[in-house]
């Protein structure tokens, strides 16, 4: 009997051993997610980490509770073990009613304990509430001492009264001073609008001392919604530089494209202005490259048939390459890019000179636009005193037709938009020039009183009668030295008697 008790009572202790062992203690972390503040209706993705003093456990419940309710939670896949190690689970929550809710992980092992996490805490508030829309963005390239604004409409489509803050931050030291048209508290500004009120905010920027790049940033409120700019710092340079590829002709012989840059950037101007220039850009291609970019560029082929009047045969093409190929290398362009950012509206000058000795006819230039400046011709209105206008392509691009240019002529081409133009004058190629043919420039004459003329003589012509006018001087002083020396009878010389 005795034996039969100590078997039993040995069965049980190891029966209560074993159990004891097998009931791991589990450990419910805190919940982590990546904000506090959300907006109704989208989704957030809430972690959770359990663990084990010893040993693992089987975890056959995973729930979520939230006070109030009304906090959707997506489901946890069980069963799952759990480990000293530890195990992390994600799941996402999401509501659709403004509300601050509590909320915490319990969980249910294979032996029915139970462990919990701490409470946590998320505001999900109606993104209607306040919206913020960008008006303007500032200018991406700044220059120390220039300003820049950027400006957002705050919309309250809420029936009540709201106030929210709006806070200005940037990630480097020194890098802007801001003035807003709310007061003098740049960095954070507390806004009231009325039920369905619109206002309009302008941060005025005014740039200081930093290098690389820098990065504004406007909060609205407490909630995620943000908008980021970044400001890259412009420095008022000179640089020149000179290029030269190579590319075959038609013949298999090589021919060259030669582009010569030098470049100038400036800030003159008045606060709110920033003025770009490239001060002379040319391109020299050789007969054989002109041919060829007649006949990939239908543009180009379709402008001078207007210009010409004429279909283009080789023998037209061939006079053309010729005769650009000369006056191309008389030619320099000068480009200039003026964003005003108070009174939003941008400047694009282009004024090409010509500076040979001949007569062109039927001088062509040819402009592309980036949209940086303008997506589409019809936002642009373009000036060309004296030039016939082709909008080749609405992207935008430009055929420019003069009937004929004369020796020191300067034509400008001028664009605007009454918009601020995102655009740097790296995205501007150098233009196009074609010419039909070159004469001998005959200057105009001026008829004055009583019928008499004076022509006006170009600089090589008054360089040839300056040459004559000396050429006469010379001669009439060889003659007067020639009668004064040989002309009359020297008072040595013997009479000569007639016999």
Known sequence: MMKTFKIA????????MITASAF??????DPSYDTTTVDTGTTRTVSVTMSTDSGSATISSFSVSSAPSGLTVSSVETPFTVGTSGTTKTFTISSSTANTYTFSITVVDSNGASSSSGSATIEYVNPSSLTMEVAEDPLGTVYEGNNTGMSINVQNSLGSSQTRNLTLYQNKSNTFVVNTSLGSAAALQTITLTAGETKSVTWNITIGSFTGAGHAIIRLGDTTESKVWTLTKGTTTTASSSATTTAGGSSGAGGTTTTTTTTTTTVKGPPGREIQNVVRELVQRKNEEIKSLLDSKEELQTGLRIALGKELSAEIKNIVAVTTEKVQKTISA?????VDTVGLKSTVSLKVKYN???QVNNFIVKDVIPKSFAN???KITVTAPGAKINVTKDDPEYLFTYSSITPGTENVITYSTNERAFTVVSEYAAPIILAESTQAYVPPTTTLPGNATTT?????????LTFVGAVLLILIGLVWYYRQNYGKKQAWQPAIKPR
């Open 9 to 16: 009572l040995f069965w049980a202790l190891s029966t209560i």
């Open 24 to 29: 791991a203690a589990v450990t419910v972390n």
């Open 334 to 338: 000068n480009r200039t890019i003026d």
């Open 356 to 358: 040979g000795t001949e």
């Open 376 to 378: 589409s011709a019809s």
């Open 456 to 464: 006006t003589l170009s600089p090589g012509e008054k360089v040839n």
